[in-house]
């Protein structure tokens, strides 16, 4: 059976739940750019609907995973697609699920194209499954990798003549014109907008509360996001045991306009995170000219200019200068601007949604030609 020419078959996540690639999942299949250049079919690859149980191990996890497998199954039965994307998990439970799909597309003989937007591989490649795994996952295939800075986590299985770099890129929002306007002397406002997970810093940022407020600073720092590996009642526990009831706030998920609320009423935005490389949420900070302070991981550096838009910490964990930039951009408001709207700059540039369309569409286009 010979592959239907510009016809693809997408393996990629859709929310719920919401994270940085499910959402760049939904962009792709509703992408009328794609959609126009080739015949697309989508199967969703999420396995639980809520945050805190992703990428763990379950009875009804399995359940949908053989349904997933079975459905790829009838897909590949029905119709051998030019080129399969996929959105492959790189680590833990999920990515054994991914060997044995990948299993399926290797018996219909079809190529292949990864998008990976984590990392981990180097970490576990030490363990022989792993390795040899991992050399039956790349082996002939192509890779899309969000930065050039991730590339290192793949050399041993790719060669760089068969990856490509797709920066993430994100809708733009439309301010509203009836914004309330903001007392001039409100609290200065820092912004975390991110799960409650502890790998995303939130308890490095509340240390760095500690540390303002035994200063003597007046700041109001808002925590935004669903509950993960941190409930909102111990988090609201952590936050009385350090005194900063007043200071700190957790106001849940926001969505719509209250998001965008959340977003313009902050002064800065804040994410000391170790497991993000390519944080949506930074994007939609530089979309509304916010300073961003966050780590230096991943493809982070290809997002934050160190000094122009924001900070880069060398340390995920390192409270202390994280309380630094913080007090620096509280007490330096011209700072803050122009490093604001050097961000927005950055973002029209590189990563509005469009660019990201047109970029992934010549890979995918460039792939199959190969």
């Not at 620096?328 to 604001?340: A, I, N, S, T, Y």
Request: charged share 25%; with cysteine.
């Amino acid at each position: 059976m010979n592959p239907v020419q510009n016809d693809i078959l997408y393996l990629l996540h859709i929310p719920p739940p919401v994270y940085g690639y499910s959402i760049i999942g939904k962009q792709i299949k509703e992408s009328t750019l794609i959609n126009a250049a080739f015949r697309g079919r989508y199967i969703n690859l999420i396995l639980s609907r809520k945050v805190h149980v992703h990428g763990k191990a379950g009875l009804v996890k399995t359940i949908r995973f053989v349904k997933i497998w079975f459905q790829l199954l009838g897909k590949l039965v029905h119709r051998r697609p030019v080129l399969c994307y996929y959105a492959l998990t790189t680590t833990g439970s999920c990515f054994h699920k991914d060997v044995f799909l990948t299993i399926l597309l290797r018996i219909f003989r079809v190529k292949i194209v990864y998008h990976i937007h984590t990392k981990g591989i180097k970490e576990v490649s030490g363990k022989k499954l792993n390795h040899l795994l991992y050399r039956f996952i790349f082996k002939n295939t192509s890779v899309i990798l969000l930065s050039e800075h991730l590339y290192h986590d793949i050399e041993s299985y790719v060669s760089e003549d068969h990856v490509y770099y797709c920066p993430n890129g994100i809708k733009d929002y439309e301010p509203s014109a009836a914004l309330i306007a903001l007392p001039e002397n409100r609290a200065f406002n820092i912004l975390f907008f991110s799960n409650l997970v502890e790998d995303k810093g939130v308890f490095v940022l509340v240390e760095a509360c500690s540390i303002l407020k035994n200063k003597g600073y007046s700041f109001q720092c808002d925590f935004v996001g669903g509950e993960g590996d941190i409930s909102e009642k111990r988090f609201n526990e952590v936050i009385q045991e350090n005194g900063l009831k007043d200071q700190v706030k957790y106001l849940g998920t926001r969505h719509g306009r209250l998001k965008e609320m959340a977003f313009e009423q902050a002064d800065i935005f804040v994410l000391p995170s170790r497991s993000d490389y390519f944080p949506l949420v930074i994007l939609e900070a530089m979309q509304h000219n916010l300073p961003v302070i966050t780590v230096y991981e991943g493809g982070i550096p290809d997002m934050i200019d160190e000094g122009r838009t924001g900070f880069l910490l060398s340390s995920y964990d390192d409270a202390g200068t994280l309380a630094d930039r913080i007090e620096r951009l509280m007490f330096d408001p011209v700072l803050r601007k122009q490093m604001g709207e050097n961000g927005r700059t950055k973002y029209e540039g590189n990563f509005t949604l469009p660019i990201f369309e047109q970029k992934l569409l010549d890979i995918l286009q460039e792939v199959i030609n190969k």
